[in-house]
């Protein structure tokens, strides 16, 4: 239900067609406007129904496999409930069949850039690394390569993030940018986008990470909940437990370890908010395995 332009409807129809599942694909947009999605299903045995959804579509299904952009209060949803058709996502699906751990970066703004970073600076160690979601790609597609010893990096969005909390689901590894008011249209206020976003943090384990942005007020406010151990980044303030800036070092200290990194005068990306995404990106991939010369 739902399969949009950016890489997540079409990894999850990809996969299922080639398990051996019968897939109906259903969006309301008509087959021009998804002409891009529409290119990488061709020769697979797909059936669709555009522009518009059939109530019957939602009654005589196995499952219903919904886009995170679909809105929550969907009648067709509402359809698939009545008559006890189970629905997921392609993302909860990813998380359940991963053997890899995951890092998930998420936030109002630079998510992307921190996750790319993230797999850069991870792809320069001996480790494997993965890196898709959000991002405009399902790494689903790759699962059979995926190893237990790989490292995947992901991008996850507000709706993925409220679909993972329904599946009690988090990363091991947890990164949060930033948090502004965003996607308002889709949410009731501030609060509900909020809590959606906290879905990251909300199932992980006590031997789980969450990385903050410490010069963020609200993610400030966000350390009590976390059950995973807390490491801070910050551009502003000197940290005994987490990453910040000395001079020309990116200090990381975590787990009583203290690495500098001499790399300021060589960043090519401008701007305070790129410094935060680089802190956040070194502490996820640190915490990942990478040590001070990646």
Known sequence: MGLGLFGGGVGIAQFLARQGARVTITDLRNATELAPSLKQLEGLPVSYKLGGHCDEDFINADM????????????FIQIARNNHVPMDTEINIFFQLCPAPIIGITGSNGKSTTTTLTGKILQQTQRMTWVGGNIGKSLLLELKEIKPSDIVVLELSSFQL??????????????LTNISPN????????????????GIIL?????DYVILNYDDPELRRWERECRGSVVWYSTKDTLTNGAFVQ????????????????????????????????????????????????
């Open 64 to 75: 219903v496999i919904i886009n995170p952009a679909v809105p929550k209060d969907s009648r």
């Open 162 to 175: 409220e679909e993972l909390h329904n599946a009690k689901k988090s990363p091991g590894i947890s990164v």
């Open 247 to 294: 001079g020309n070092d990116i200090i990381l200290s975590v787990n009583g370890t203290r690495i500098a990194i001499p790399c300021i005068s060589r960043i090519k990306i401008p701007g305070i908010h790129n410094l935060q995404n680089i802190l956040a990106a070194s502490c996820a991939a640190y915490l990942a395995g990478a040590n001070g010369q990646h």
């Open 183 to 198: 996607h308002l249209d889709r949410y009731s206020g501030m609060d509900e986008y909020i809590q959606a976003k906290k």
């Open 203 to 207: 199932h992980q384990k006590p031997e």
